[in-house]
């Protein structure tokens, strides 16, 4: 028993070193911040689009999975992130949707001109106000949505092809089918 | 030296202003002061390690404007945090809320000072249970300490 007793020390040390090893291991980034909206209800927005298209209403897109995209022309990582998108959106299988986060509508327009279109709608968050209502706390953001309208997954930070098959693709999968 | 002092000055004003722009500010100081209050609570999601007091962050304003506007419309103070919270989680909250998931965050300190605490009271009474107070000196020994202590003061 006593000697149970001084190993308290030892089992105490390595619980602690342990949650260090875990919270610093490499490839874990301390500032990405898990979603207060997963499994909840995707919040309802109702948005103007660019000019000479619909704008983007929640509702009216119901009843399928899709992946809901904030983006902007003036940040630099939604460029890295956009030629993934287009991949994504390559064979018109994904019903991906953008929303321009405080971006002016022909500045936009233009991103999209240069680099492409990869969405299916696009609505103008001008305010930033559907941005909060989401968590979203800088662009690019990527929301999994599904067929209930339910989140059920935030990717923070722009899209990788790594990311696209280790977790987007398998979720979309599994969400297609149930 | 004069100039030198005056920018030393400016410098350290900047230090002590904050980030809320006076075209935020509630009209009544009332609400503003609770404002305030909340707004130095939360937490800037941008830098992470400032209140959105604090932030010139574009977010940090936009919640700012977003916290005024809730406690414009009567929202209480704890109304007006959870329209926060449900959007962002309580990693918002630069104070976190006591809770199952925190327990060790809050108690834990506790904890660690009460084992240590009782570890040591165990050894200190351990010891002098062991370790018996020595004998005391013999007569002999005695004369002999004296001597030397007379030796040592010459």
Redesign the interface.
Known sequence: MRRLLYL?PVVLFVAVAAYFVLALRPGRDP?L?????INKPA?SFALAGLSGSDGLRLDALKGQVMLVNFFASWCEPCRDEHSVLMQLAKDGQIALYGIAY?DKPEDAQQFLKRLGDPYRGIGLDE???TA????V??VPETYVIDKEGRIRLRHVGPLTEADVARELLPLLKELAHS | MRTLLALALLISLGAVAFAVEPSERLADPALEARARALSGQLRCLVCQNESIDESAAPLAHDLRVLLRERIAAGDSDAQAVKFITDRYGDFVLLKPPVEPATYVLWFGPIGVLVIAAGGGLVYLRRRKTLAPAPAPLTDAEKKRLEGLMRESER
Do not use: M, V
């Open positions: 308290l500032q911040l898990p979603s207060a909206l919040p405080k305010s930033g106000r909060i209502d989401f968590g706390y800088g």
